[in-house]
Nanobody
Framework: QLQLVESGGGLVQPGGSLRLSCAAS????????VGWFRQTPGKEREGVSC????????GYANSVKGRFTIARDNDKNTVYLQMNSLRPEDTAVYYC??????????????????WGQGTQVTVSS
């Protein structure tokens, strides 16, 4: 059974860092493009970052460029999101998603069919 599990969320002070992980089971993640998304109550889910199957292409939302870095380790079937210089507005539930049909990568939510359950990130002093 195809499964994605996010981890690494938590409470961090403004300016701090977190590293999120997206671990896949039941399939070979290296055959899938992966995206990270986030959502706050009452708002639509928004794309944060994406990475192509072999990691040669990455993409970022303007709001996180220069602060977040996406990477993948296909041997470990895992994708990471390193988040630095966190701000209160980064507070959200973060989700990873994967899809084998995505060419390159995209942060459009509608392009992904397989989603994890999310991990909460709270940036607050």
């Amino acid at each position: 059974q195809l499964q994605l599990v996010e981890s690494g969320g938590g409470l961090v002070q403004p300016g701090g860092s977190l590293r999120l992980s997206c671990a896949a089971s039941g399939f070979t993640l290296g055959s899938y493009a992966v995206g990270w998304f986030r959502q706050t109550p009452g708002k639509e889910r928004e794309g944060v970052s994406c990475i192509s199957r072999q990691g040669g292409m990455t993409g970022y939302a303007n709001s996180v460029k220069g602060r977040f870095t996406i990477a993948r380790d296909n041997d470990k079937n895992t994708v990471y999101l390193q988040m630095n210089s966190l701000r209160p507005e980064d507070t959200a539930v973060y989700y990873c998603a994967a899809d084998p049909k995505v060419s390159g990568c995209t942060i459009l939510t509608g392009r992904y069919d397989n989603w994890g359950q999310g991990t909460q990130v709270t940036v607050s002093s």
